[in-house]
């Protein structure tokens, strides 16, 4: 899963990275309105972490942008203000969810969890397809019960696919979500490369089947 932590706050920008790094999240960090703007212009994310708050504006000006680009994508807010009017207006606008500050990293995450189980996995504990099952937040993939060992970048690309199932993703895009927007082109193309050979082995060895097709001079498509 791919986050975006809008926040102006250093040490709390800091504090989140760390946590959801350590839990196997891509993070990336805009300290400012225009940063954070342009981030999501160029971008995709599965969740955006957005505080109200900012040196040169405000989070809530942000929504609409968010919004008008991908209404998969989750957005939770941060506020110092424990404000009704706040809460309302940010939930009027398309936000998810909103959280007042101080908070416990753990009560934060508990929510971003629940946001990825209600938007991307549309409230599903698990995902199917054919006979595969997939256990999203313990990271397992298992053909009729048998579970199939995937490495991290394998599970997030095969997740990727799954959320863009039928849409063919170029392989830029691919590299941008599993290494985030300072991936190194040549070598990460390369990698996924590697990835997605091994991906498609492993799918096709206990299925039978080749569910990634090469679009010629375009990237991939996952279908099943």
Known sequence: M???????????????????????????????????AQKIHNYRYDIVILDITLPDGTGMELISGIREKDIETGILILSAKNSLNDKIDSLNLGADDYLTKPFYIEELSARVNALYRRKI???????????????????????????IGLTRKEFEMLMYFLVNKERVVSKSAIAEHLWGDHFDQQDNFDTVYVHMKNLRKKLSSASGKDYIRTVYGMGYKFSC
Do not use: R
């Not at 196997?24 to 400012?32: D, K, P, W």
């Not at 549309?122 to 579970?147: M, V």
């Open 121 to 147: 996995l549309k409230g599903s504990q698990n995902i199917h397809f054919d006979a595969f099952t997939i256990e999203p937040f313990s990271k397992k993939l298992s053909y009729k019960k048998q579970e």
């Open 2 to 36: 791919k986050l975006l932590f809008v926040e102006d706050e250093p040490i709390l920008v800091e504090e989140m990275n760390s946590y959801f790094s350590s839990q196997g999240f891509v993070c990336e960090q805009a300290i400012s309105f225009s940063q954070a």
